[in-house]
DNA sequence: CGGCATCTTGAAAGAATTCAAGGCTTGTGG
DNA sequence: CCACAAGCCTTGAATTCTTTCAAGATGCCG
C-alpha cells in the first residue's frame, strides 16, 4: 500500500512537473500563477507550502478534527460537504485543481465539514495566519482575504438556478475548465474529461435527484451540446456559422 | 426631504444609542461587539469608520459602481442581488444590522451586484485593505479575513434544503435574531418582528415561488409556529411541559 | 470472470409553479 | 383626518415538473 502510493506519487508529479518534494515556495512552483491568480505586481509574499497527497476515498479532514490550514489542490478533485442532522449529504464543493478549500475553518480550532479525496490527489498546505502563535508571514493575509473575496464574488453564482437542465450544463462547464483537455474532431472544438464525481453528487451539490441529473445529461445530449459515455464527456461547441 | 433624512437619523440614534457624527473608531462606539464579534483579546486593531445613511429604496451601490469599500449595516435591512442576463432578481442576501457587505467587491475595481435599502439605513463605511494606495491599517486585513472565513462557514447553511416550510421557518428565525425584539405573551415566549423585505423578496432568496412563500407561512401559522398579519410576525416558542 | 456500485429508464405520485382574481396594507395627497 | 391608488398579499385551480419507486443495464475493480 505505501509503495502503492509511491507509485502514484511518481506518476502524477511526472505527469503535472510537480516538484516530489516538501517545503516548496511557491514562487519557484510552476503552478504559482494558477493557483495564486490574485497575486498582483510587486506581490512578494513569499509562500512555503507542505505538499502531501490522499488517496482516492481518503478523508483531508472531518468533523472535528484539527484545523492545520486551509489547502490548495494540486491534481485530483476533493468534495466538500457536510452531513445534515437527517442524514443527508449537502456537497458545498467540488474542489479542483488550483481551488483553494478550508477557507471557511479558519476562525475555527475543528473542522465542521467532510472533506475526501474523489481521485487520488496532491495539496498543498498554507500556513494558517489566523492560527495563536503562527509565523506570521508579511502580506499572507492580504493575499488570503483577497482569494475570500474572490471566491464570495464567483462562488455564489453555482447555485441551481430553477432548471436542472441549465444548470447541469453550467456545472459541467465549469468542471471542464479546470479538468478537460481541448481537442477538435471534425472541425469541431470540444473539451474532453472524465468526471470525477457521481452522477448523485452532482444532485446532492446542485440540489435534484440523482435520476434528474442523468435526464439533463441526456437531453444535452439530444440537443447536441455534449457526448457522453458513462463519466467519459465531451463538450461541444454548438456549430457556428463563418463569421 | 433633506429634513427628512435628519429627523431619521435623529431618530435612530436616539433609538440605539449611535453616535450622529462621521469618523468614529469603532473601539469606542457602543456597537462594536456586534459589529466586530470575531475581534479576539488583545485585538488592537484601530478602525475608522465612516457613517452614512441611505433612505428606504435607494441603493448602496449597483453594478459598475466604483468600489469605496466594505460596509457595516448598522441598521435597517441592505438587499443585495443580481440581475440575470433573463432578467431574473436572484437574491444573495438580506443583510441586517452588524451584517458586513461588500466583501465580494474587495477585489475589483467596480461592484457586480446590486445593494438596496429595504429600510431606512445607517451604515459604517470600512476601509479597503487591498486598495491601492491605501494606507494601511495594522491587522484589517487579518481582522476581515477572520470575518470572511466566518462568512464563508455560515452562509452557506442559509440555502433552501428542499422544503419550502422548513427553509421559511430557518428564514425567519434567522431574521428573527437580528430583528426581532422578545417578549413573553400567555407565559409564551415569541420573538416579534416586522419583515422589512417582501415574500417575492423571500421567495427570490431561497429559489420558490411568491405563492410558495405565502403557503409555507400559512402553514407555520397553523402549525402553531408563528402568527402572522402581513409583515408584523411573531416567532412562537413551541409549548413544553415543565421539566 | 464475477460482484458491486453506478447509471439509466419508465411509470406513478407528489409538489411547486403558473395563471388568475380578489382582498388587504401602506403611503401619498388632498 | 380621510380617501385613493399602487403595491403587496392571499387563495384556488390547472398545469408542469421533479421526485420517488422499481427494475434492468452498464461499467469498473479485484
Known amino acids: 500500500m505505501r509503495a502503492a502510493i509511491n507509485v502514484f506519487m511518481v506518476a502524477v508529479s511526472r505527469r503535472t512537473a510537480f516538484p516530489p518534494h516538501h517545503g516548496v515556495e511557491c514562487r519557484r512552483c510552476p503552478c504559482q500563477s494558477r493557483c495564486w491568480p490574485d497575486a498582483g505586481a510587486g506581490d512578494e509574499t513569499q509562500i512555503e507550502v507542505g505538499q502531501f497527497a490522499v488517496r482516492s476515498g481518503d478523508f483531508l479532514w472531518r468533523p472535528a478534527d484539527a484545523v492545520a490550514g486551509p489547502v490548495i489542490v494540486h491534481s ?49 498546505r498554507i500556513p494558517n495566519p489566523l492560527a495563536d502563535g503562527a509565523t506570521q508571514i508579511p502580506g499572507l493575509s492580504r493575499r488570503l482575504l483577497l482569494r475570500a473575496s474572490n ?29 478537460g483537455r481541448v481537442g477538435t474532431i471534425d472541425g469541431r472544438r470540444q473539451v474532453q474529461m472524465r468526471l470525477p464525481m457521481s452522477r448523485l453528487d452532482i444532485g446532492r451539490y446542485l440540489g435534484f435527484a440523482e435520476e434528474t441529473v442523468c435526464r439533463a445529461i441526456r437531453r444535452l445530449e439530444e440537443q447536441g451540446l455534449v457526448e457522453v459515455r458513462g463519466r467519459q464527456l465531451s463538450l461541444l461547441e454548438p456549430a457556428r456559422r463563418a463569421s
Open 151 to 179: 471566491i464570495l464574488a464567483h462562488d455564489r453564482f453555482r447555485a441551481r438556478h430553477g432548471d436542472p437542465t441549465g444548470s447541469v450544463l453550467e456545472f459541467l462547464r465549469h468542471v471542464g475548465q479546470h479538468l
Open 76 to 124: 485530483g478533485c476533493v468534495m466538500v460537504y457536510r452531513v445534515s442532522s437527517t442524514g443527508d449529504e449537502d456537497v458545498l464543493q467540488f474542489a479542483l485543481p488550483g481551488d483553494l478549500i478550508g477557507l471557511e475553518a479558519l476562525a475555527s480550532s475543528r473542522h465542521a465539514l467532510h472533506a475526501r479525496a474523489l481521485d487520488d490527489v496532491l495539496c498543498c
